[in-house]
């Protein structure tokens, strides 16, 4: 069946290759690019479908979208037509290469859409020209009616290409991360630990799921058995990509059946936090040490040789900005502060980077509800055994399983990422401005 | 956990809550609590493990430091063994080794001995901590350490073993000041001396804890009224151990680099006093100085 459509795919590209459409010396190197593009996109389509075809339909058909789609098309013809002229400069020539080059997926996917939808116009009008006629030979209405099947499933995955080539693209994406886990504060009772102590388990067990480093830097137990909080470095393929929607106000509901609060026998509420920084390998965060305040044990007292202690703890305050960061989990008071430092670049670098996006966010954005820290992101009903994301609405059962930070955890986080997307590129197109990348 | 801490508490053992943390951390096979997950720590002990429990505990209720009681410590990316009397490390010189690293670094890249070999010597070695912490950072590194007491010399010895270092590694049972002719008869192309030198004050010697004052070496802290007389014996020898633009590097007593520099000036024609650095807590900590003419 998949070679079937790739020959068939051939037939059609080898026209593309042969005919005259595109810019003049565009034309070869567009075909050879839209074939192996297209090669990759069956591919793809045999491995998981990201988005159903609802989805994608309704994405290629909002007005929004087209009319970005069209904007782009405008700007790719235009720049092909202005590099073909003589009299520009070196640095002019250069930077229209480069957004060329930005546009040209897109502009390849488009080009496979148009002709297709061409091919499927030929061969229904092929169709519709024998069939009830004397001339009508059964086999070649057969086949006609297979190629236009054919046809019709492959500008469905095109389509779905082109959503994936607008969309922007994250760059820290395939960076590690610093996951910390915060236990929310109770009146009375340890649920709040308790789940905390639950969460970092899933995360370790989904981190092994996924065949990630799990590295800890930090865990303070509470008492009674629950965490206080942990700090952990994850690294691996697209950590950040998969954990980003993570951050936030995870809530927990039960009748705890250990611990003090279970004598009471009612649903009980408790919430912890979730915060996931991404550490890109090249952190451009410069540090001046004039900023920081380092404190040890031994900054009380005269220190020296005058004293001995196993307090090797460091925390490290960057001044200007008031980020505090603790580490005790060496008995080396060095690794110490270098481990601290690198929670501190990295959670400086977040921040840097956290106010750029926060630039970025519209206001329909914020109708959608990109919570803030404080606002829930997920619930997980014990007594209900359910699992409820509020940003998309996913509701999942067996929360034993879930738990466990397996497949249930992935196909949630796929969910969240799809319909992150979704609302990206939604509001990308309403900006009206394609994206100069 | 919580029992330990609590008898520590009463009977005034500093640190109660570290103390007994890494105790039942080493005795579950860990260095730290938090590296342990939840299930071992619940875990009852064995009759076995009870007992050794018991028995760590209760030396450390006599006051004697955790490191001792434990048999170890980490040092930068080390850990070594720890037996009493022999000193300690302290957190202050695990800078020192950071910044002799990053001169030596620079040194190589910079200067005209950048292929020769670097010879480093290390007085009053201690556990070792300094040498072996620079032996396993550079490679080609070649160190000799020195000490007046037999029992760091041997302890030395045995961590150098266990650190798979011991071939490049030369050590001694030397005392600078009453051996100081057997020394400079050995040694003169050193290119790095480094030293952690006893540096209190005989005044403030009264005042330590009891784990210092019980169970480490005395001579190991005692650096005379001044602090000063071994770092003198140090600085007196040391034109005649270096190469030349060999360098010194002492960790020593926050009220020290200025009165260092002045002596040096007066009393020591061949070396230069480069500079002072500061340690996590910004105290004045380290003396850079250096031979040259």
Known sequence: MLVHRWIRLCTVCKRLISNNRGGIGWRTSTGHDSLQYVTEVLRGNTASRRYCHGDVGDLYK????QRYLRQLMEEYGDLTKKLQLACLSDLERKDMNQKLVKLLPVADVFQSITNALKDLEEVLSLLHSTVGTRDEDEQMTQLLKEEETQISQRIVALKEDLIKALLP???LDSSNILLEVVSGRTTGGDICQQFTREMFD??????SYKNWDFEVFNYTHAEYGGLHHAAVRIAGEKVYRHLKHEGGTHRVQRIPEVGLSSRMQRIHTGTMTVIVLPQPVELDVSIDPKDLRIDTFRSKGP???????????????HLPTGTTVECQQSRSQLQNRDTAMGMLRARLYQSMMGKETEQRHTARKQQVGTRSQSERIRTYNFSQDRVTDHRTGYVTRDIKEFMRGGEALDDLISSVLEHGEREALLELVEQQQPETP | ???????????GVTEPDHSSQYIIAHLLGAKTIESLNQEKLTEFLSHDKAQQLWDLCTRRLSRMPVQY????????????????????PRPETEELVELVLADLQLRQETGVRAEAQH????????????????????????????????DAVDLTRENALSLGLQDRLQIHHIDVIKGADTVVSLYDSISTLVSNPPYLFLEDMTSLEPEILRFEDHAALDGGKDGLTVIRQILTLAPKLLSNHGRVYLEVDPRHPPVIQQWVEEHVEELLYVETRHDITDRPRFCILQKGK
């Not at chain 1, 899933?202 to 981190?207: D, E, K, T, V």
């Not at chain 2, 956990?1 to 009977?11: D, G, I, T």
């Not at chain 2, 048999?71 to 850990?79: P, S, V």
Request: overall charge negative.
């Open chain 2, 119 to 150: 010879i480093c010597l290390e007085v009053g070695c201690g556990s070792g901590a300094i040498s072996l912490s620079l032996l396993k950072s550079l490679p080609r590194l070649r160190a000799i350490a020195l000490d007046q007491s037999q």
């Open chain 1, 169 to 171: 693209s994250d760059p």
């Open chain 1, 303 to 317: 220190g020296g040789q005058s004293v001995n202690t196993t307090d090797s703890a460091v925390r490290v305050v």
């Open chain 1, 62 to 65: 909002n007005e929004s979208v």
């Open chain 2, 1 to 11: 956990m919580a029992l330990w801490k609590r008898h520590f508490e009463e009977s």
């Open chain 2, 69 to 88: 009681v434990i048999g170890e410590w980490d040092f930068r990316d080390l850990t070594l063994k720890m037996r009493p009397p022999v000193f300690i």
């Open chain 1, 202 to 207: 899933m995360y370790q067990g989904f981190a």
